[in-house]
């Protein structure tokens, strides 16, 4: 295992979920490479932008998301260059109620330099 890989993956988790839960757009996508892919379920989407990212999760989020937690994140491997991690995602309401949680494999990878997900593959809602 590559620790500074692993060290790197770890920053990245920490700055997505903190530009999800402050609601920017442009922070979220630099944790992201695109094109961007996800699997939930069986349904895969891909974008190939950061255009439409943040408002096609707004929309999977549901109206009732107030902020999300990453919890239990295990990595399962890593190279000098790319870390699986297996997350539990965590979202809450307004008053800070539970209304989903799910695990997702999350694929960060080393490209031209910058450290970001490429792809996630979740057991979450499409």
Known sequence: MSENAIQQ?????DAHIDALNNRDAVAIAKTL???HHRLSGTNWKTWETADHYFKDFLER???NWHRSTFEDIKVVDSSSNKVHMDV????YDSNGTQILSFRSLWVIVEINGVWATKVRSSFAPS
């Open 88 to 91: 539990k995602v965590c979202r």
């Open 33 to 35: 490479h695109f094109p």
């Open 9 to 13: 993956a770890h920053l990245v988790m």
């Open 61 to 63: 989020a549901g109206s």
